[in-house]
């Protein structure tokens, strides 16, 4: 068995192969029918060759390089069909598509004819070698036309290319020109050139550079095809050449070898296999987690647009509500019964109430949305403090609870908006009125000294329904309430805004309480250097 007769059986079975596997992991794919095509019409070329080689006979030479010449002469068209999948020009090129397998079938009839091929005689070392006939010519003009018009396109193609599309391209483009070139140092002996096929053996190049685009750069997504081909050209080049050895000592250690390279190749695959499955999976959980972002972003959108509409569409209507129903209160039209008043004055309140879940609503918007805008000043907190309490007291009176504040100071400093730490403590407070039915709601200040650093500290503390140790952690998320705390009307944002204030001033705010029935106790700590 010599030298071409191996490189083609090599080139045979690994062109088959590969070909099997890409149209096995995807049938209806394009790219994967077209070079599963190809590489048949290789292997077609490739076997013929083997079994031509290898023949004794003239008569059977002639016969078996007829049957070769069926893969040649599909092999362009074939490759040229590829190509124009790979660059994505299937529409474009239809036309040439069809007269290239027009002209293929016209071939194939002329093949079995003198017109191809005329008879066969001895040339160089070859016993056997084709004549070619006047069809023979046209034939090797669309062989190399549509060649050459292939990698025209692929060249083209490339430079508009992403990066992934464009490395796929080169590696198509290198091993199959290499490979082309191999395989065309055939047509130098048709015509008395005397030039053997040195190259015959160049054509495995084209699996191994495809395999490698495979590998590398997903060209048929599917690592796993490359690998089995490779591997497994591995195992017949060792396996030929432990059956071209003489002797038992070259047949052990050659077999020997053949073992482990069986068994290092199904590890490489089971290895392949494990990485192809994690990357799809991955693959399959970024398309959803991606999914599931642009539906999130929709949503965000969605509720910004929510937001927008409460503030241009509602916030108006209820600020003129709550003034008509004070200016009628205060009798700015005329004297009116005190039960009318009453239902006035019941009416003020509700706008009121919605006025500050507009308000909570709003805030809520600017802090997710990062737009919340914070004025510093050095001011008396002291006075802040006083100054919610007093507003606070009506709304105690009304539920027949003792408000108070007390101080350790009459004046603290510190730098802080003070519209929103306004906010923040009326917050606190009004939530201990709200949740405590009867008893006290205490305001205190005082200051502490930390490793010679100054910190200012406001509690409210209640006799109220008490908050459950499970509780106190989430009390100041947005939304969530004490469980105790949801018989009673709320949105679950006054903590939860307040919270945000706070650690805009770099400062602390939390929790405590006994237990559900026992009060509660909430404490903002701010820095007098924040």
């Keep these: 068995m010599g030298f071409y007769a191996i490189t ?14 890409v149209i096995l992991k995807n049938r209806k794919a394009v790219l994967n029918k077209t070079f599963a095509i190809f590489c048949f019409s290789v292997a077609v070329w490739s076997g013929g060759y083997f079994l031509w080689q290898i023949t004794e006979n003239s008569q059977n030479a002639l016969f078996i390089f007829r049957i070769l010449m069926i893969g040649a002469i599909f092999i362009p068209a074939c490759y040229f069909h590829f190509v124009v999948s790979l660059v994505d020009l299937l529409k474009e090129k239809r036309k040439l598509i069809i007269s290239g397998y027009i002209l293929s079938f016209i071939f194939f009839f002329l093949n079995f004819t003198p017109l ?14 084709p004549q070619p006939g006047i069809a023979f010519h046209p034939f090797l003009a669309m062989f190399f036309g549509l060649t050459i018009y292939s990698w025209y396109l692929m060249l083209k193609i490339r430079r508009q290319s992403d990066e992934i599309k464009r490395r796929q391209i080169e590696y198509v483009f290198w091993g199959t020109l290499i490979g082309f070139i191999g395989g065309s140092t055939n047509y130098f002996l048709w015509y008395d050139i005397p030039i053997p096929p040195i190259g015959n053996f160049l054509v495995i190049l084209y699996p191994m550079a495809l395999g490698y685009a495979v590998l590398k750069h997903r060209l048929f997504n599917l690592k796993v095809i490359a690998t089995e081909l490779l591997v497994f050209i591995i195992w017949m080049t060792t396996l030929i050449d432990l059956l071209m050895v003489e002797t038992w000592q070259q047949r052990l250690i050659k077999g020997g070898l053949f073992v482990f390279v069986i068994i ?3 590890f490489l695959i089971k290895s392949v296999l494990k990485e192809v499955f994690q990357r799809e999976q991955l693959e399959k959980l970024t398309g959803e987690l991606k999914f599931a972002n642009e539906k999130l972003t929709e949503l965000d959108k969605l509720k910004s647009g929510t937001f927008s509409f ?19 209160i205060e009798g700015s039209y005329g004297e009116i019964p005190e039960k009318a008043k009453e239902t006035v004055g019941t ?3 509700a706008a009121e109430r919605l006025m500050e879940l507009v308000e909570n609503f709003l805030d809520l918007r600017r802090i997710d949305e990062g737009k919340m805008d914070y004025k510093f000043e050095e001011i008396n907190i002291i006075n802040l403090v006083k100054e919610v309490v007093g ?3 009506f709304l105690a009176r009304q539920k027949h609870l003792e408000l108070t504040f007390s101080s350790e100071t009459d004046e603290i400093k510190i730098k802080i908006d003070e519209q929103r730490m306004h906010q923040a403590i009326q917050n606190l407070i009004e939530n201990a009125i709200k949740y405590t039915e009867k008893g006290f709601v205490k305001v205190e200040c005082r200051t502490s000294n930390v490793n010679g650093k100054e910190f200012y500290l406001v509690s409210v503390s209640d006799s109220g329904m008490g908050i ?8 100041f998320n947005q939304f969530d309430r004490a469980q105790a705390a949801r018989t009673i009307k709320g949105t679950g944002l006054g903590l939860y805004i307040a919270k945000e204030i706070v650690k805009a001033h770099n400062g602390e705010i939390w929790a405590e309480s006994e237990g559900e029935g026992k009060g509660s106790r909430f404490y903002v700590k701010l820095t007098r250097n924040n």
Excluded: C, Y
């Design 8 to 21: 083609s059986l090599i080139n045979a079975i690994a062109s088959a192969l590969f070909g099997f596997f």
């Design 116 to 129: 191809f091929i005329k008879g066969m005689e001895s040339k160089l070392s070859f016993p056997f070698w």
């Design 264 to 266: 290092f190749g199904i």
């Design 310 to 328: 409460v503030s241009h569409q509602i916030k108006a209507p209820i600020g003129i509500i709550r003034g008509f129903s004070q200016l009628i």
């Design 347 to 349: 009416i003020k309140k």
């Design 391 to 393: 507003e606070l007291e």
């Design 468 to 475: 459950a140790g499970k509780d106190l952690t989430t009390v």
